[in-house]
């Protein structure tokens, strides 16, 4: 199975700030990585597609990039409402699906 | 609007059985893969199972193969999850998703509510 490795575990950071998430794949994956936010006792939603593809109504302050082995998730001005756990998932290698652990994003 | 809704969560003991309900609506169901995912307690992401769009493709993790089974019921509208032998490590919210690209190798857009599946004695 593929593996995803997400950093940090766990971010603290100011509203305003820019702040990137990385995950590493333990083997190439080409563009075929999402990324969700989870707020505690709610279902993931989807940010990101095909690694830098921003999914509809979504706001511009996500993004995405990379390819391969190396992606990141950027916001570009934390607002209130981004403080969340962000995961990666990987769709190249289809079984299994394979997850992040996922990065909690706390307010400073 | 597309809506997945579960039910069927609860209390179970060790080696018990549960069956799971997801609701789905908004969207021509039958033409869809469908997933399982499911999220332990303070845990991350793990997905379960998938069945194609007939229901002649299933596909489990490890983890649950030969304990769960999948199925389908495309003219209700509905997915299921039968759950047996169920042991405390199942414990966890279970999602029901659908696949964006209504195939195997996708992302997940759309996501029900959850629904808690406790194994204790």
């Known amino acids: 199975a593929i593996q995803l490795t997400q950093s940090p575990s766990s971010l603290s950071a100011s509203v305003g700030d820019r702040v990137t998430i990385t995950c590493r794949a333990s083997?190439?994956?080409?563009?075929?990585l999402a990324w969700y936010q989870q707020k505690p006792g709610k279902a993931p939603k989807l940010l990101i597609y095909?690694?830098?593809s921003l999914e509809s109504g979504v706001p511009s302050r996500f993004s995405g990039s990379g390819s391969g082995t190396d992606f990141t998730l950027t916001i570009s001005s934390l607002q209130p409402e981004d403080f969340a756990t962000y995961y990666c998932?990987?769709?190249?290698?289809?079984?299994?699906?394979?997850f992040g652990q996922g990065t909690r994003l706390e307010i400073k | 609007q597309v809506q997945l809704v579960e039910s069927g969560g609860g209390l179970v003991k060790p080696g018990g059985s549960l069956r799971l309900s997801c609701a789905a609506s908004g969207f021509t169901f039958s033409d869809y893969y469908m997933s399982w995912i499911r999220q332990a307690p303070g845990k991350g992401l793990e997905w379960v199972s998938y069945?194609?769009?007939?229901?002649?493709?299933?596909y489990y993790a490890d983890s649950v193969k030969g304990r769960f089974t999948i199925s389908r019921d495309n003219a209700k509208n509905s997915l299921y999850l039968q759950m047996n032998s169920l042991r405390a490590e199942d414990t966890a919210v279970y999602y029901c998703?659908?696949?964006?690209?209504?195939?195997?190798?996708?992302?997940?857009?759309?996501w029900g509510q959850g629904t808690l599946v406790t194994v204790s004695s």
């Open positions: 998703a659908r696949p964006a690209l209504g195939v195997l190798g996708s992302y997940f857009d759309y």
């Open positions: 095909d690694a830098s």
């Open positions: 069945i194609s769009s007939s229901g002649s493709t299933i």
């Open positions: 083997q190439g994956i080409s563009s075929a």
């Open positions: 998932q990987q769709f190249n290698s289809y079984l299994p699906i394979t």
